[in-house]
Every structure is written in C-alpha cells, then in structure tokens.
Antibody, heavy 117, light 107 residues
Framework: EVQLVESGGGLVQPGGSLRLSCAAS????????MHWVRQAPGKGLVWVSR????????SYADSVKGRFTISRDNAKNTLYLQMNSLRAEDTAVYYC??????????WGQGTLVTVSS | DIQMTQSPSSLSASVGDRVTITCRAS??????LGWYQQKPGKAPKRLIY???SLQSGVPSRFSGSGSGTEFTLTISSLQPEDFATYYC?????????FGQGTKVEIK
C-alpha cells in the first residue's frame, strides 16, 4: 500500500525557515517523480514544486521560486521541502504527492504551516 | 504560464443528476490534464488522468473528455458520496496549474 506521511509543519514567524519531510513507503520511491502542493485555509489547491526521480531536475511555482527548495534522499525514501523567507501568504496545508503519468496520483494527509508573529 | 479557468465555481444538484464541470486552458495542453475530488479535511483523490483515462478504482459514472484547451468532467448520475470539491490540474513544460475548483453541493 502506498503511504506518504508529511511532517515538519508548525508555527513560524515571518522571515523564518522550516523544512518539511515526506516519508514514502509501499512503492519504489526512487523510481517516481514527486510533488509538493499546498492549500491555504478555505482556498483551492496550488502546485508548489516537483522533483524528478534522481533529484537532478526540479521546478517551482513563481510564488516560491528562490525561497523554497525541493530535494529528496532516495536511500531514506524521503522527500523534503526547505522553505526560507516565509511570508504570511505561505500559510497552508502542504501535501506531498507521487507523480504518475505526469500528474500526482497518491497524496499524503498534509502538514499545516502557519506563518505568523 | 498556462492559466486554467474552471466553471462553475459551485453548483447545486440532486442525487441522480448529471453534472458537468469545465476547465479551459489559456493555451493548448494536448491531453495533459487530470481531475481530482477533495472532501473537507481530506487529501485530494485523482479521478481522471490524461484527460479521459479513469483512475483505477474510480466508479465508471465519472468520465473526462476534451483536448487542447477545453476539458470536461462528467458525473453521469450523482451519488451522495460525490458531494465534494473538484479540481482540474494541467501539466505543461514542467509546471502544473490547478483550476479554481468547483464545489458540488446538495440541492
């Protein structure tokens, strides 16, 4: 069974940093691209970032480019999102998701990031 | 960047109704589009990929169609468990964009 479990969310002050993790199991993690998607409270889904299977290629939404970094450790079956220079508008539930056929298929349950003073 | 315009933003329907949701892309995206269902407090669930391919385990009352710039999700006979918010998602040139979502409510 495919499982994705996010962690690392919490309360952080504006300008601060946070690193999210996503532990994967139930599939060959190193064979799949992965995504981060976020959802602000009461709002729609927003794609954040994607990484290819070996970590050599990444892409980002314009709203996070230069502030967020996606990475992965295939030996640990773990995906990461390093978030720097956080803003109030980054407050959201962050989901990791596996890519299949160029689109996310399985999703984690999400982790809440709150940026507030 | 490609923009996705999803309509309507909400709709009210009864059990058994046929429901259609549309997404329009700001430029052609071939068939690089999927549809997702999200219930409150839950992660999204993929229903359709490649515009018209049904995800394994998803009931056949869900169907997708379209290519290029106009895409449709159809629920042929709405069931109580289908009341949720639906999103389209496009992929092009290594960026992905969601539509704004359509909330399907009980009439």
């Amino acid at each position: 069974e495919v499982q994705l479990v996010e962690s690392g969310g919490g309360l952080v002050q504006p300008g601060g940093s946070l690193r999210l993790s996503c532990a994967a199991s139930g599939f060959t993690f190193s064979s799949y691209w992965m995504h981060w998607v976020r959802q602000a409270p009461g709002k729609g889904l927003v794609w954040v970032s994607r990484i290819n299977s070996d970590g050599s290629s990444t892409s980002y939404a314009d709203s996070v480019k230069g502030r967020f970094t996606i990475s992965r450790d295939n030996a640990k079956n773990t995906l990461y999102l390093q978030m720097n220079s956080l803003r109030a508008e980054d407050t959201a539930v962050y989901y990791c998701a596996r890519d299949k056929q160029w689109l996310p298929d399985y999703w984690g349950q999400g982790t809440l990031v709150t940026v507030s003073s | 960047d490609i923009q996705m315009t999803q309509s309507p933003s909400s709709l009210s329907a009864s059990v058994g109704d046929r429901v259609t949701i549309t997404c329009r892309a700001s430029q052609g995206i071939r068939n690089d589009l999927g549809w997702y269902q999200q219930k409150p407090g839950k992660a999204p669930k993929r229903l359709i990929y490649a515009a018209s391919s049904l995800q394994s385990g998803v009931p056949s009352r869900f169907s997708g169609s379209g290519s290029g710039t106009e895409f449709t999700l159809t629920i042929s006979s709405l069931q109580p468990e289908d009341f949720a918010t639906y999103y389209c998602l496009q992929h092009n040139s290594y960026t992905w964009t969601f539509g704004q979502g359509t909330k399907v409510e009980i009439k």
